[in-house]
């Protein structure tokens, strides 16, 4: 039965803004809270407000003001725990407040999916001291890769390559979360052929998966993605029981980013995102519903028949390469004039350096065409200081 009225998103970057826009073709009341003001999703949300996502206290304040009836994370930097206990009072959280707080943090699901669900992964170990860092790295050897626990977008994630290179790699993930960081995990480096993300949907119909996504990453962040990618049938019927499992773990009615590496006899998981994923960007030209379409359908209680890939598609992020406070995007008509092709323009009030700011989507009839026009459009765009807003 379709009712509920109201959804409140604890994040409102550009997932969320499309996120909140699939909402309101339903009629749904959206209300978009950051911690900081102008946010995207906020930009086309009802309501909006302005608090430290991390401290437990606003983040209740907030969902006791508007009683909302879904509560939708859209990041991993939030009071999860108290989301747990605000479920435990009758709020609804999506996808579960578990599932919220297990995956913001990496040694939650990486337990979970390692050592409760027997689920491939690299080697790891935990670290919350220098000391425990060194002794960590010796135990996984080098190359390894290095990332608190509490971060996204690559913020704070180095490869370190040596001994020598160990306070560095330390130093990096001390400063760069999304939180000031307490621990780090320390993976093996898997020398992967590939990398996917395959989008998997727990609905009413029951879970659905959406054709896998091929990405390229650069400094832990997406630098590029497409969908179809190439793997074989047995990759395939792999990476899904892989998706399965840990979705059903986590529970809840919702869309999952599954990230899986390929290798040439293995599958590893990686991680999973319990919300729309930054390279399934690419789904908003591909599919006939995109992947916030899915989220909303499936967090509402809504059918979904099937999901179909119209065509190959693409998708380039466009990143900034340093800080600044006012900034304009040049370029769009010529990007524009290329064919098939979109852009989402995030309109993010300051840039900062590797902060994604806009994307190009294109779609061809293959994917290798449909890189080369998101690259044409994308070459076309030019990030340029503003001294005059
Ligand atoms: N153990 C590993 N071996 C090799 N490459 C890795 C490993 N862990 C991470 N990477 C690379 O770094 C990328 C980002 O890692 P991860 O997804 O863990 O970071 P993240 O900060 O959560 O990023 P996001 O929030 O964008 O998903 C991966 O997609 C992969 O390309
Ligand atoms: N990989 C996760 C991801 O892409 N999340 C997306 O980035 C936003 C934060 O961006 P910001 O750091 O530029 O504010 C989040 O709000 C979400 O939309
Ligand atoms: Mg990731």
Not at 29 to 40: G, K, L, M, Q, S
Not at 50 to 57: E, G, H, K, S
Not at 373 to 382: F, P, S, V
């Amino acid at each position: 039965m379709y009712y509920t009225e109201k959804i409140l998103l604890l994040g409102s970057g550009e997932l969320g803004k499309e996120v909140i826009i699939e909402a309101q073709r339903l009629g749904v009341e959206t209300i978009a809270v950051d911690r900081y003001a102008d946010a995207p999703a906020m930009q086309v949300a009802h309501r909006s407000y302005v608090i430290d996502m991390l401290d437990p206290a606003e983040v209740r304040r907030v969902i006791e003001a508007e009683q909302p009836d879904l509560i939708v994370p859209e990041i991993e930097a939030i009071a999860t725990a108290e989301l747990v206990k605000l479920e435990e009072e009758g709020y609804r959280v999506i996808p579960t407040a578990t599932a919220a707080r297990l995956t913001m943090d990496r040694e939650g699901i990486r337990r979970l999916a390692a050592e409760t669900l027997g689920l491939p992964t690299a080697k790891y170990r935990f670290a919350a001291s220098f000391e425990e860092f060194v002794t960590a790295t010796e135990a996984i050897g080098f190359p390894c890769v290095i990332k608190p626990i509490m971060s996204s977008s690559g913020k704070g994630q180095s490869v370190c390559r040596s001994a020598e290179d160990r306070e560095r790699c330390w130093k990096v993930a001390m400063e760069g979360g999304r939180v000031q960081a307490t621990k780090v995990i320390v993976e093996e480096f898997i020398s992967f052929d590939s990398e996917i993300t395959l989008l998997t949907v727990r609905s009413t119909n029951g879970t659905l998966f959406c054709a896998p996504i091929g990405h390229l990453q650069q400094d832990g962040d997406y630098i590029e993605s497409w969908q179809p990618h190439t793997m074989t049938e047995e990759q395939l019927e792999q990476a899904k029981q892989i998706a399965a499992t840990i979705t059903e773990a986590l529970g809840g009615f919702g869309l999952f980013g599954v990230e899986l590496f390929l290798s040439k006899d293995q599958v590893y998981f990686s991680e999973v995102s319990p919300r729309p994923h930054d390279t399934g960007l690419v789904t908003l030209v591909t599919q006939n519903l995109s992947e916030f379409a899915l989220h909303v359908r499936a967090i509402l209680g809504l059918p979904i028949p099937e999901i179909t890939l119209l065509s190959p598609g693409a998708s380039r992020p466009l990143k900034a390469k340093q800080a600044m406070d006012h900034y304009r995007i040049e370029g769009v008509a010529d990007a524009l004039a290329t064919s098939n092709t979109q852009l989402r323009i995030f309109r993010k009030p300051l840039a900062t350096a590797g902060r994604r700011l806009a994307v190009a989507l294109s779609t061809a009839d293959t994917v290798e065409q449909a890189r080369e026009l998101a690259r044409q459009a994308w070459e076309q765009l030019r990030l340029v200081a503003d001294e005059h807003e």
